[in-house]
């Protein structure tokens, strides 16, 4: 293990104990989009030991512009991004436990994830779950690194329960829910660049070098070479819902939780059923063949081809159906095949 991790341990802010810190840690990363890719990969090659990242989607063409783990295979079999990402990770270093999971980020499966993880990551790209996510680690005292990127502009911020504000608290001071849903494109630097505090973070988090960690926002515009740090210090609100003496943690109400969301900046609406239960994608696969629909799949999903739109079926019975936003019709095309 020294040869492997010898740099990393002779940096002094790491050395031996810190990188025996770093590989008895685990690391809960949601989303496996560009942060995701790249924070998993980073983590992956310093050590750590175990990593646990969820994603809800599939590789498509799009991504292979900035999502470092996947290939033009990938996209070629339609792979969810999380089992593309654990085949990946395993490769790059296999004394790291990696656990993948095809689905979306709830509240309940969050609170569920949060037990035995030391450091969270947000590698989101929707408001909704960074915002169960902020509930979930000031219910389990659980320290994590907010991140966003769009265009060329990126911030992060270190969240430490009871000692910095939270992400709730944040929203009083900072415009945040612009960042979300954009559809303006990304260069790949600006994800980079997230990636890079994110990471350094979450490696100060994990060796225990809580001196280290950054207390201020970040924020920097790469093609307008503008590089901000706010104090946030005084940010932290008492009457805080999600932080202060009377919460309630909002974020975390199972019976709040939409069913049906527009997917950010897509033509893509996702569906997700009421009752969980696995479905036999095979044999969906030949019921709707036989009703004339072209079908294709892989162990994970299935893609149905339909007049205008396409839909993608998973094994929890979660959709994806791509080429409208109109919530009313995609579950009307959801009832039409699933029932
Ligand atoms: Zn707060």
């Not at 509240?107 to 790209?125: H, R, Y």
């Not at 001196?211 to 970040?218: C, D, M, N, P, W």
């Amino acid at each position: 293990m020294n040869e492997r991790y010898s740099r990393q341990i002779l940096f002094p802010g790491i050395g031996k104990e810190g990188q025996a810190k770093i590989s008895s840690k685990h690391v809960l990363i949601i989303g496996a989009g560009a942060l995701g890719s790249g924070s998993s990969e980073i983590l992956a090659r310093a050590g750590v030991g175990k990593i646990t990242i969820i994603d809800r989607d599939y590789v498509e063409a799009s991504n292979l512009q900035r999502q470092q783990l996947y290939t033009e295979e990938d996209v070629v079999e339609k792979l969810p991004k999380a089992a593309a990402a654990e085949k990946r990770l395993r490769a790059i270093n296999s004394d790291v436990e990696v656990r993948a999971i095809i689905g979306d980020a709830t509240p309940e499966l969050l609170e569920e994830l949060a037990a035995g993880v030391d450091v969270m990551i947000d590698a989101t790209d929707n408001f909704e779950t960074r915002m169960a996510m902020n509930d979930v680690a000031q219910k389990y005292n659980l320290p994590w690194i907010y991140g966003a990127c769009v265009g060329s502009f990126g911030m992060t911020f270190s969240i430490i329960p009871g000692k910095t504000p939270c992400l709730n608290c944040l929203l009083r001071a900072i415009p945040l829910q612009g960042m979300t849903c954009d559809t303006g494109g990304i260069i790949s630097p600006t994800v980079q660049m997230v990636i890079a505090h994110q990471t350094a973070e979450a490696l100060k988090m994990l060796a225990e070098d809580w001196e280290a960690v950054r207390t201020s926002f970040v924020s920097f515009d790469l093609w307008r070479n503008q590089y901000t740090s706010l104090k946030m210090s005084k940010a932290k609100f008492a009457g805080c819902l999600s932080c202060g003496e009377e919460r309630t943690y909002p974020y975390l109400d199972h019976e709040n939780m939409t069913k049906t969301t527009v997917l950010c900046g897509r033509d893509t609406v996702q569906i997700r059923p009421s009752a969980a239960g696995k479905i036999s994608l095979e044999r969906l696969a030949g019921q709707l063949s036989s009703l004339g629909y072209a079908v294709k799949g892989n162990p994970y999903l299935l893609s149905v081809e339909m007049e205008a739109e396409r839909m993608v079926i998973f094994q929890d019975g979660r959709a994806l159906i791509h080429g409208t936003k109109d919530l009313t019709h995609a579950k009307s095309i959801y009832q039409r095949i699933l029932g």
